[in-house]
């Protein structure tokens, strides 16, 4: 590692204003960064909070939280590919199968969003933001696993400059750029994003032939099309043995995913069990009502279905677009939860309510902080005694 540090010392001053390679400061500048530590300090005078987390090692836990996820989507795309054509394999061939599977999609991803990033912070003489090197990797977990590449490099063109850049870059934007990329494939190319067959590797490849009495439908298009009978069983739901996007499958993955992140302190629990709250309120009172077979399942099995988990633990607690009060954290988490289930179920032309949802929210966040500051005011004001 000294080897290493001595080299990028050698060759920094050409990265450097004067420099040869000026032009290529943010990417040099990125680069070193994340290996290293940044070894800038703070000037001599005045007060300054000092904390041995920066954004880039927070960035690093959200990475470490989403291989579970990750890992397991992997296995899952090769079982359900080798499944549908009725062929065995054993555990590394399904993985392996699944890895190769995702891993254009990963690199599509970060060329395309990177590069935009890189591109807008040399304009700008600015560092590279990080918020991206999280981005990046949430959108392959979220998308069709056989979406065309130029597709999805459309898709995050489109997020990261109209969705982020516009509004300054990191920190800035008050959409998630993941589900900015998920809702441009929705409404762009909905035959990609709303049918079942995409989720199955290889299904819609001419050629092949699906062995006879296979369904490649996900649960949650089998809840919404009246199935309830036809959908997998609870067990299969939670650890993720279904059709579906590459991450959002397993829950129990995606708790693990929690845990880490609670731990931490870079999730926020309330938002996480708020909108878990939310969402099982709203299902009860469908229940209530039951009109139709979607409406009389049970509230809890809501949570199993879809991106529901995966919103609530890795979308809706973005810290840029979601809420930054205590209270509003709850409000948030709570209303996010309601509306997910609400379109879910009430709304036949979007199965999956939790990306509307929280991108509906993502754009209410501020104005929840406003009324709670508001009123937080408020009630201190009233507690002042005037002199007369």
């Known amino acids: 590692m000294k080897l290493l540090r001595n080299y990028i010392n050698k060759i920094k001053p050409n990265f450097e204003k004067g420099g040869k390679f000026e032009m290529f400061h943010s990417t040099f500048d990125a680069i070193e960064t994340f290996l290293y530590v940044p070894n800038t300090v703070t000037i001599s005078k005045g007060a ?17 939280a989403l291989i579970p996820s990750l890992l397991f989507g992997m296995w899952n795309i090769g079982h359900w590919h080798f499944l549908a054509f009725g062929e065995d394999a054993s555990f590394w061939m399904k993985f392996g199968f ?15 969003g990177l590069g935009i990033e890189i591109f807008f912070a040399q304009k700008r003489r600015h560092e590279v933001n990080e918020g991206y090197f999280v981005s990046g990797f949430l959108i392959p977990l979220i998308v069709p696993v056989d979406t065309p590449l130029w597709m999805l490099a459309i898709a995050v063109v489109f997020a990261v400059i109209l969705g982020k850049e516009v509004f300054g870059g990191t920190g800035m934007n008050i959409l998630n750029p993941a589900l900015t990329v998920r809702a441009f494939l929705f409404f762009a190319y909905p035959g990609w994003m709303s049918g079942d067959s995409v989720w ?13 009495g296979f369904s490649g439908a996900t649960p949650l298009a089998e809840a919404a099309a009246g199935n309830i009978g036809n959908m997998p069983s609870k067990l299969d739901m939670f650890l993720g043995v279904i059709p579906g996007s590459v991450g959002e ?29 939310g969402g099982l309120i709203m299902g009860l009172v469908l229940n209530l009502f039951a ?9 809890w099995e809501h949570m199993l279905l879809g991106g529901f988990a995966f919103g609530a ?60 500051v508001g009123a937080n005011i408020k009630r201190r004001l009233k507690r002042v005694k005037v002199k007369s």
């Open 48 to 64: 300054h909070i000092r904390d041995t987390m920066d954004m880039k090692r927070s960035m690093i836990v959200v990475f470490i």
């Open 98 to 112: 699944g890895f190769l599977k995702v891993l254009p999609l990963l690199v599509v991803s970060y060329v395309v």
């Open 200 to 212: 199955i590797a290889g299904m819609m490849k001419k050629g092949n032939e699906v062995i006879d």
């Open 249 to 277: 499958t397993s829950v129990l993955a995606i708790l693990i995913g929690a845990v880490i992140l609670i731990w931490t302190g870079i999730g926020s629990w309330k938002i996480i069990v708020s909108m878990i709250g």
């Open 291 to 299: 009109a139709n077979p979607y409406m009389e399942l049970p509230a």
């Open 313 to 372: 633990v890795f979308m809706a607690t973005d810290p840029v677009t979601a809420t930054q009060t205590e209270k509003g954290k709850w409000i948030y988490g709570f209303l996010t939860g309601v509306l997910a289930i609400l379109i879910r179920v009430l709304n036949p032309a979007y199965p999956e309510g939790v990306m509307l949802a929280i991108l509906l929210m993502n754009v209410f966040a501020p104005l929840i902080d406003h009324y709670v």
